[in-house]
């Protein structure tokens, strides 16, 4: 397949062509606004050479009316865009780029393939500086006051995979805060920050100058310890923020909803995914600044609340996909092709793809193979699929990246041209080979080789297998009765489906209990008591209160979970469950919490000002101390709503004492989003910010002033380059939030995994941030990860969204790849018994006696057992012994082994 590559420089009169990549079209080409037939009707020239006539200016508008009974606004955002402000110099400096010009550069599509070259010249940039918060956190005209809440990650992400290209590069990044508050952020950044070559600067920065003769940047900048300073760069990298979509306000007209001073929907603090008009819902960027799981799992909630008000209508548009008929070419030789992906140029920069499809032609059973874009693409599976009908192939080997993701697309390929799906076989060069040698293309060129050989040898033995259906109980189970466990609840029973919540404690609520307000002013007491009187009056929920869960078994669609509640113990069937366990809060050992009683954490600090205690109303001066106990080597992680609540207890008080001298002590701020602006009402209400470094943290003492027993805290000034002494009143601790002590037990039941911080880990962060790999189990709120109240809400939907998928269906299908026992070979001695972790093997009674027998059910087909058979009884479909025994053998080549044995005894 060819593509003009040229097609933008030579027919394009005015560049107003563009080849642009989707996941589901390799290459499509866009017409911007600099079109000239667009102005003046007078240039065709890319309709007429369009060979398949997708391009035609005849088209005319058309309008259409459809009818729907709930709307979802997923309009996304804008880059800010830096020309409106002369001193970033973009536009006037060749070498100034915007942060998602630099993504384009880094691409494998983008304008050369992926080199990181200067705009200039088209050379290598040796010395990169990243300008952040361009067009955020400013309230000068034409820039944002709040926080875009993702520019700090996505440079360092630019930072790594420049340093990839090039590890001589030279990378400096310009911040004022770090904010890596998001899941494993911390650890992502301390990556980024230890490369060699990487410098964090903590600085506001001025873009002063172009040097005529290099085109080079002059960047000004200061530090604590060297004051001004000028430093020369090849290019400049503008961490552009995150605007409001372009018509905003037009949408809103339009649809009649509210938006807030932003320009972005305006949220309700109790489902920031309602809007003020009923029926219309928001979901992702259009909330605010968001990351991109919180874009997933909004979506799949607002769709959840969508199914509460459509949920009569469930079904009655689906149709049924259709398959051919399957062959049965299980006696035929096999007849093996092989595509070979480029994967853009994550694979086709690295590997030698021609020479590598050359080589899979030369291999024993392989009748065809082609070099493919994007073999993912929709355009690719389909070629796949005409091509396994034209060729008569009856097995395919596809050389791409991991099958974790796109396994189920082959398969399905294979499917629609009437092959069983179990004739498909991945070779990873991507993850395990092109990403990993990536300055070795000769090398990883003949790894690539090797890999395909294996795959190619494996597929000699493929099996067809043979998947089923089993039955879907529509009850949920949910393991938590906080505010997601209770949010998620609703959305579930609100569909039609029973609910099973098992709380652990007496009364509902869990952590929201101990909160008063939000930052954005949500009365949380008010909120909770809605929900939980929603809950009781909800016929379809069933509460089970200080409840215990001692087991729990099944499979996807069909568990049983017992329970022991309120003295009995009860057996509940369901279909889903749903773990929202909440988490706990860091007890400090430090700065004499549990010594002095003037010493309180946050929400303890919270408790106080809602019950108008004197102590701490009345007093004089009050210090915070943040990120005490995480951001550590115990906890590597950020609490995410520490600095908030911080912010929030600052302004309570303020409100009510405001001659009261408040300081908070701290390392990054991290207010991201809109809560930027409560931060900055906070600096202009004279709350006083002091920043500290992890090694040189703040002291506290007990101590006596006038009479008058006080709190000294001490705590290093940068700036003045000396410590500070605050005689306290009161002192408040940003305690982290820790997972729950339940955590382990319940991961155990449910069987499924955590994060290396003992947190739930997702299936996948982006792709399924609310399900676990195990099939049938979803997550959401702070056991996941620290969240504010709204995310949680969010995140509480968005898990019931993916439930509400399961258990709308009558079944779910089970793999064909499981365990089977040969009954000749067994002689019953338990070990693969002992070794399922799934409870998914017993023994029964045959006529050749007592042997091991498999529930495929239960089987999730890992092939423990197969490993720990001593005779070699079990085997596991789909990795049999003669597959994977083939593909070792594979692994090294005849004439290699013999070259090897020649040389071992030519040593000799």
């Known amino acids: 397949m060819e593509y003009p590559d040229q097609f933008n420089q030579e027919i394009s009169k005015n560049k107003a062509v563009h080849v642009y990549f989707s996941q589901a079209i390799p290459l499509i080409t866009y017409i911007d606004e600099s079109c000239l037939y667009l102005k003046d009707k007078k240039c065709r020239i890319c309709e007429a050479v369009c060979q398949n006539k997708a391009i035609d200016f005849k088209q005319t508008a058309e309008k259409a009316e459809v009818k729907v009974g709930a709307i979802i606004l997923s309009s996304g955002i804008e880059p800010f865009d830096p020309t409106a402000k002369d001193e970033y110099g973009y536009g006037t400096m060749e070498n100034v780029v915007t942060s998602l010009d630099f993504e384009r550069l880094l691409s494998s599509t983008g304008p050369y393939d992926g080199e990181i070259l200067r ?91 172009e040097i005529p003769e290099s085109r080079n940047v002059v960047i000004k900048y200061a530090t604590s310890d060297d004051g001004v300073k000028e430093e020369e760069f090849d290019m400049v990298v503008l961490s552009v923020g995150l605007n409001p979509p372009a018509d905003a306000r037009g949408l809103a007209d339009q649809f009649g909803i509210e938006l807030n001073s932003h320009g972005f929907s305006k949220a309700i603090h109790s489902n920031p995914m309602k809007t003020n008009r009923p029926g219309i819902f928001v979901s992702g960027a259009f909330q605010g600044p968001t990351d991109i799981p919180e874009s997933v799992y909004t979506a799949s909630g607002a769709g959840s609340q969508c199914g509460e008000l459509l949920d009569y209508r469930r079904g009655k548009l689906a149709k049924e996909r259709i398959y051919p008929p399957e062959r049965d070419v299980s006696k035929e030789e096999p007849k093996i092709g092989v595509f070979v992906c480029h994967c853009g140029a994550n694979i086709g920069s690295v590997v030698n793809v021609p020479s590598t499809v050359e080589y899979a032609l030369s291999l024993p059973n392989v009748v065809y193979a082609q070099e493919q874009l994007f073999s993912c693409a929709t355009n690719s599976a389909k070629e796949i699929t005409d091509l396994a009908e034209e060729k ?59 890999i395909i050989r294996m795959s190619v040898a494996r597929a000699r033995y493929l099996e067809p297998l043979q998947e089923f259906d089993l039955p879907v109980d529509k009850t949920a189970l949910v393991v938590g009765g906080g505010i997601a466990g209770m949010t998620c609840a609703l959305s579930i029973a609100n569909q039609g489906h029973e609910v099973h919540l098992v709380e652990k404690d007496k009364d509902l609520g869990g952590m929201a209990r101990r909160l008063h307000t939000t930052i954005e002013g949500m009365d949380v007491c008010a909120y909770l008591d809605d929900v939980i009187r929603a809950v009781y009056n909800n016929p379809l929920i069933h509460v089970s209160h200080e409840a215990t869960i001692t087991k729990v078994s099944g499979y996807l669609g069909n568990f049983t979970t017992t329970v022991e509640t309120e003295g009995r113990v009860k057996e509940i069937k369901h279909g889903a469950s749903v773990l929202a366990i909440g988490a706990d809060v860091y007890e400090p050992t430090e700065y004499l919490y549990g010594e002095n009683d ?28 943040q990120c005490v106990g995480c951001r550590n080597e115990d ?20 409100e009510i004492n405001p001659k009261m001298n408040i300081y908070i002590l701290f390392r990054d701020m991290r207010t991201y989003g809109f809560r930027e602006d409560y931060y900055r009402e906070a600096s202009d209400k004279d709350v006083k910010f002091i920043r500290y470094e992890p090694d040189d943290k703040p002291g506290v003492e007990a101590a006596k002033e006038g009479g008058k027993e006080i709190l000294r805290v001490t705590v290093p000034d940068s700036i003045l380059g000396q410590r500070l ?47 676990f790999a195990t099939d049938g189990v979803y997550l959401c709120g702070t056991a996941h990860y620290p969240k504010h109240i709204q995310e949680t809400i969010n995140q509480a939907y968005g898990a ?109």
């Open 800 to 908: 019931a969204g993916r439930v509400l998928t399961l258990l709308s269906h009558d079944t779910v299908t089970a793999s064909g790849s499981v365990c089977k026992v040969k009954e000749n070979d067994c002689v019953s001695c338990g070990a693969c018994i002992t070794a399922c972790t799934y409870d998914a093997i017993e023994f029964i009674d045959t006529p050749k006696g007592r042997k091991a027998w498999v529930n495929p059910i239960l089987c999730k087909g890992d092939g423990v057992c197969s490993a720990k058979c001593p005779t070699h009884a079990i085997v596991l479909k789909h990795f049999t012994d003669e597959a994977l025994c083939g593909q070792i053998d594979a692994a090294v080549t005849e004439e290699e082994i013999i070259q090897q044995i020649d040389a071992a005894v030519g040593d000799a």
């Open 119 to 209: 705009p200039s010249d088209k050379t290598h940039p040796q010395k990169i500086a990243w300008v952040q918060c361009v067009g955020s956190r400013r309230v000068t005209p034409g820039e944002n006051s709040y926080c875009s809440g993702v520019c700090c990650t996505y440079t360092q992400k630019q930072v790594i995979l420049t340093k990839d290209h090039n590890a001589e590069a030279e990378c400096t990044i310009f911040h004022n805060d770090i904010r890596s508050h998001g899941k494993d952020f911390e650890r992502y950044f301390q990556r980024a920050e230890q490369l060699p070559g990487v410098r964090f600067i903590r600085s506001y920065v001025s873009i002063d100058r």
């Open 635 to 654: 906890r590597n992680y950020c609490s995410r709503v520490c600095c908030s609540h911080a912010i929030k207890n600052a302004l309570k008080l303020k």
């Open 392 to 450: 008569g192939l009856n097995r395919v080997v596809i050389a791409a990246c991991s099958p974790r993701t796109l396994e189920p697309l082959f398969r399905d390929t294979l499917r629609e041209a009437g092959l069983n799906q179990y004739y498909c076989e991945m070779a990873n060069i991507r993850e395990h080979c092109s990403w990993v040698h990536s300055k070795q293309k000769e090398e990883a060129t003949l790894k690539a080789k090797d």
């Open 598 to 625: 003037k010493v309180f954490t946050h929400i303890e600090l919270g408790e106080q000002i809602a019950k108008g205690e004197e102590t701490v109303i009345n007093a004089e001066s009050l210090v915070m101390i």
């Open 725 to 771: 002494e605050i005689d306290a009143d009161v002192l408040s601790l940003a305690a982290a939030i820790i997972p729950s002590t339940s955590t382990h037990e319940v991961s155990g039941l449910f069987k499924v995994t955590l994060s290396p911080d003992d947190f739930f880990k997702e299936a996948h962060v982006k792709l399924k941030p609310v399900e």
